[in-house]
């Protein structure tokens, strides 16, 4: 995984401490990113992580931490790695090292999101907004998604019976699901 998928993925995690203390981390397995404050999701594709376990829910404030100490957009597409050295769990990116205790929970799978969204004809769906959102939570995934890819241009928002989302591109490798507002 890169350091930008970090960055992406905490974008959509709480910005206060949330109750459902497993919200605040970032759920990485060996073929993904996935971060969550309930209702965004931003879920990437990285393939091939190399990590010491199945799944790790790093805190936000060690992936916070690595980023402020490699420090700005060129160093987005760095390497990052999780080890487990001496019984301790490392963020490493470059030269600096984040030593961290994983969130101790079962992280929601979005399968029933995500699997969904896949195989949604996208085309039939743009700009047919079925849901009534929360403007500032797709404000914050487009900006997101943005700076991921560098430029201002806003994504296309899409739409489907659970949910709206961005996919920036159509190999599926980044979604960023906004859910609806309840009534």
Same mark, same amino acid.
């Given at each position: 995984?890169?350091?930008?998928?970090?960055?992406?993925? &905490?974008?959509?995690?709480?910005? *206060?401490?949330?109750?459902?203390?497993?919200?605040?981390? =970032?759920? @990485?397995? %060996?073929?993904?990113?996935?971060?969550?404050?309930?209702?965004?999701?931003?879920?990437?594709?990285?393939?091939?992580?190399?990590?010491?376990?199945?799944?790790?829910?790093?805190?936000?404030?060690?992936?916070?931490?690595? &980023?402020?100490?490699?420090?700005? *957009?060129?160093?987005?597409?760095?390497?990052?790695?999780? =080890?487990? @050295?001496? %019984?301790?769990?490392?963020?490493?990116?470059?030269?600096?090292?984040?030593?961290?205790?994983?969130?101790?929970?079962?992280?929601?799978?979005?399968?029933?999101?995500?699997?969904?969204?896949?195989?949604?004809?996208?085309?039939?769906?743009?700009?047919?907004?079925?849901?009534?959102?929360?403007?500032?939570?797709?404000?914050?995934?487009?900006?997101?998604?943005?700076?991921?890819?560098?430029?201002?241009?806003?994504?296309?928002?899409?739409?489907?019976?659970?949910?709206?989302?961005?996919?920036?591109?159509?190999?599926?490798?980044?979604?960023?699901?906004?859910?609806?507002?309840?009534?």
């Amino acid at each position: 995984m890169k350091l930008k998928d970090l960055r992406l993925a &905490l974008s959509a995690t709480p910005k *206060k401490a949330d109750i459902r203390y497993y919200l605040n981390g =970032l759920n @990485i397995t %060996k073929t993904h990113v996935t971060g969550s404050n309930g209702y965004l999701l931003c879920h990437i594709n990285t393939y091939k992580n190399d990590i010491p376990d199945d799944n790790i829910i790093i805190p936000v404030e060690t992936v916070k931490a690595i &980023l402020k100490k490699v420090g700005g *957009k060129m160093c987005d597409n760095f390497e990052v790695g999780i =080890l487990l @050295i001496n %019984k301790q769990y490392q963020l490493q990116c470059m030269d600096q090292i984040e030593v961290f205790k994983p969130i101790n929970h079962i992280y929601p799978e979005f399968k029933k999101i995500i699997e969904p969204i896949k195989v949604n004809n996208h085309d039939e769906n743009l700009n047919k907004i079925q849901h009534q959102f929360d403007w500032s939570y797709v404000s914050i995934a487009n900006d997101a998604i943005c700076k991921y890819f560098g430029d201002t241009t806003p994504k296309r928002l899409y739409s489907f019976y659970k949910a709206g989302y961005f996919m920036p591109s159509l190999d599926n490798d980044i979604i960023y699901v906004i859910m609806p507002m309840r009534n």
